[in-house]
């Protein structure tokens, strides 16, 4: 028995053509490089920016926090919906004056606006810094 070991390989080397590879990563590179949102470095700031911030001084304010993880705080202790209308309730000529993290859940924003709403007729202050100016 005889094995013949003389194969007839083509003698054409094999070809793949790279070019719609190339085109398709290129794409991709596009598209993701037009879809990246370039944001600036983290800064540790924790009140968000107006331009018509004021300064204004009131004799009487209670003032209320809103941290970035949604707790209320006032005098540095952490309070609820009820104990915030409470507080509103003893001092009628006191303005509300609500201190919000720039990260803090808007939800929470709207529940505080809502007892200002109820209880001083919607007048509040909100709490800003100044924003930047570009040059």
Known sequence: MRIDNDFSLPTED???DLTP???VIF?????????MSF?????????PKSTTAQKIEEPKLIEVAIRDNGDLYYDKKIIDIGELKTLL???????LNI???????????IEIVDVAKEKRAGKFLITTDKKYEEK
């Open 99 to 109: 201190i919000a993290d720039a990260k803090s859940p808007f939800d929470r924003f």
């Open 39 to 47: 944001t600036h470095s983290a800064i540790d700031i924790n009140l």
């Open 89 to 95: 309730d003893s001092d009628e000529n006191a303005t």
């Open 21 to 23: 590879l190339i085109d």
């Open 14 to 16: 094999a070809h793949i």
């Open 27 to 35: 794409m991709l590179v596009i598209f993701f490089i037009l879809t």
